[in-house]
């Protein structure tokens, strides 16, 4: 394990609570990264060839936590994965996905979350360099917060194609002229953003890869245990909609033989609210 | 005019980018009329601040041009679309910047939106990008509630933080840099957070402002809290002319709509004030 120190400055934590995103660079060292495109590479070949070649799809994912890929499944015990997402969500957050991405195209502006009752937040890292016209993910500076937030939606930005977005139809703007910052990144780097905050990606290509780790606060109030309940009974819809195939919890990550008592907790937090068992349905 | 959609982007973000406004040719005229202007500028007149900046008035005898914008439809039109028919062309300045960078900052804090309503077109005379002083904004920082959250921030140039951790260069604050061609024109909130990086010697600027007329009592208040600002904000630069010079004031082609406007001006104290 490694056992560096990799907290979050203060001024870190304020960045992220103002603009709803945070950028750390080379986080992951070159090595690791081609380990990591290593298992994706294998791991994809093995799910295409269950795929049917005619159908379109507009991404491909899967769950890391699986034993072919065991290196990218190890990465939710790393602290620099689980440490800085617990300063931000807190230190009884738990990661709900862990998942392997891989796009055919665009992705139109959206946030992946409208309701504030659920408080997520999503580290990526892309396995290939990213330019603002070649994938780099975009994100609107505080756009998790409402007004802003809201006022996205209201005037019809949002639309997983360009194409579906009503107020870029209407503007003939296209996506790339909406004001945001752009991730421009090489592999190694992390941006770890609220599921609130709108983001977007153009210059898509066959294969743009990405690694999501997300972290779930742990709900306390009335409204936010009522919002992770309806997240729990809509899980296995949710996933099928997505076409995420495998288990998100593999039987051999819940066995946990290095008894981890992070992740301990995390399973047995899973397991409470029924995540572990939705996953079946 | 806009359409509704870039309303609703201007609202939204608060500010918007207009390509090709201006011809060529006016841009010439334009440049013609601001080397007029810079000629009686000296060291004695720049700004002491990182930007050293120089800046005057667009509405003297020197810049007929220039001076004509603020009533042009281009930028009225606009203007009324979105302030109002009875809105006010309140300025036009040109600026020399000579300095980097121009720190992050809301051109006003001491109002809410509730108070007061307004915003300026910029146009840069020359290209300008993220390395070359192009004009960044922090989209949709002209809300109340995420301006303040902005304040927070560590900014190396104007709210530094510990030795250790000085907070963020002008370039480091996530933004969206407006890209500009000569002709054309940024309009932005009054209230949205800006700056430039990378700016060299000679970087010129010309800004148009309006004002919307104020309607509510809290509107009222606000611009008489206004002219106290400006006739305090104008004494930080060291102009020699007036801001409204008698040229202007004496209106020589008869503008009906800027003699609505200089009566506005003087009902709301405005000419006084920063003419003291």
Not at chain 2, 183 to 189: L, M
């Given at each position: 394990?490694?056992?560096?120190?990799?907290?979050?400055?203060?001024?870190?934590?304020?960045?992220?609570?103002?603009?709803?995103?945070?950028?750390?660079?080379?986080?992951?060292?070159?090595?690791?990264?081609?380990?990591?495109?290593?298992?994706?590479?294998?791991?994809?070949?093995?799910?295409?060839?269950?795929?049917?070649p005619e159908e379109k799809r507009f991404f491909d994912n899967w769950p890391n936590r699986n034993p072919e890929t065991p290196f990218i499944s190890s990465l939710l015990d790393d602290p620099r994965i689980y440490q800085h997402s617990e300063q931000l969500v807190g230190e009884d957050s738990v990661p709900v996905h862990s998942n392997a991405n891989s796009y055919s195209q665009d992705s139109g502006w959206h946030p992946d979350r409208t309701d504030h009752n659920i408080c997520t937040i999503k580290n990526v890292m892309y396995l290939q360099p990213t330019t603002a016209d070649r994938g780099a993910l975009r994100v609107i500076p505080s756009s998790h917060k409402n007004p802003l937030h809201k006022d996205l939606l209201r005037i019809g930005l949002r639309g997983f194609k360009e194409n579906d977005s009503q107020f870029l139809k209407k503007s003939g703007l296209c996506g790339a002229d909406i004001p945001c910052y752009i991730f421009e990144s090489n592999p190694g780097d992390i941006i770890t953003f609220y599921e609130w905050t709108w983001h977007a990606a153009f210059g898509g290509y066959k294969d743009r890869r990405t690694c999501t780790f997300n972290f779930y606060r742990n709900p306390k109030e009335t409204d936010e245990i009522a919002a992770m309940q309806l997240e729990v009974k809509?899980?296995?819809?949710?996933?099928?909609?997505?076409?995420?195939?495998?288990?998100?919890?593999?039987?051999?990550?819940?066995?946990n033989p290095d008894h981890y008592p992070r992740r301990e907790r995390w399973i047995n937090w899973l397991k409470e609210w029924g995540f572990i068992q939705a996953q079946y349905k | 005019m806009i359409t509704e959609q870039q309303v609703y982007f201007f609202k939204t973000f608060g500010f918007l980018v207009l390509k090709n406004v201006l011809t060529p040719a006016e841009i010439k005229n334009i440049n013609k009329e601001f080397l007029v202007g810079l000629a009686k500028m000296d060291e004695t007149k720049m700004g002491t601040s990182v930007r050293k900046q120089y800046n005057w008035t667009n509405l003297g005898p020197d810049s007929p041009f220039t001076s004509s914008l603020l009533e042009d439809e281009r930028f009225y039109g606009i203007a009324q679309q979105i302030l109002g028919d009875d809105c006010v062309g309140v300025d036009s300045h040109a600026n020399q910047y000579n300095g980097n960078r121009s720190p992050w900052h809301p051109d006003i804090r001491e109002l809410g939106p509730d108070?007061?309503?307004?915003?300026?077109?910029?146009?840069?005379?020359?290209?300008?990008?993220?390395?070359?002083?192009?004009?960044?904004?922090?989209?949709?920082?002209?809300?109340?509630?995420?301006?303040?959250?902005?304040?927070?921030?560590?900014?190396?140039?104007?709210?530094?933080?510990?030795?250790?951790?000085?907070?963020?260069?002008?370039?480091?604050?996530?933004?969206?840099?407006?890209?500009s061609e000569p002709?054309?024109?940024?309009?932005?909130?009054y209230f949205v957070w800006h700056s430039s990086w990378g700016g060299s010697k000679d970087r010129r600027m010309v800004s148009l402002q309006y004002y919307k007329n104020p309607k509510t009592p809290e509107e009222k208040e606000g611009m008489r809290k206004m002219v106290a600002f400006r006739k305090?904000?104008?004494k930080g630069f060291k102009r020699e002319t007036k801001l409204y010079p008698d040229f202007?004031?004496?209106?020589?082609?008869?503008?009906?709509?800027?003699?609505?406007?200089?009566?506005?001006?003087q009902k709301w104290g405005f000419i006084d004030a920063v003419n003291a």
């Open positions: 394990m490694i056992q560096d120190n990799y907290s979050l400055t203060e001024e870190q934590i304020k960045h992220f609570e103002v603009f709803g995103f945070l950028v750390r660079r080379n986080v992951f060292t070159t090595d690791e990264v081609a380990k990591m495109n290593e298992e994706f590479d294998s791991r994809r070949a093995v799910l295409l060839e269950g795929t049917d809509n899980y296995a819809e949710e996933t099928r909609t997505l076409g995420t195939v495998g288990l998100q919890f593999h039987p051999t990550w819940l066995e | 108070q007061f309503t307004g915003f300026k077109f910029t146009f840069y005379l020359g290209p300008v990008d993220g390395n070359s002083g192009a004009l960044r904004v922090v989209p949709g920082s002209h809300c109340p509630g995420f301006s303040a959250e902005v304040e927070k921030v560590f900014l190396k140039d104007n709210n530094p933080g510990p030795d250790d951790d000085p907070g963020l260069a002008v370039n480091e604050v996530p933004a969206h840099i407006c890209i002709g054309d024109a940024v309009i932005f909130d305090n904000f104008n202007w004031l004496a209106n020589p082609n008869n503008n009906v709509v800027r003699t609505q406007w200089i009566e506005q001006l």
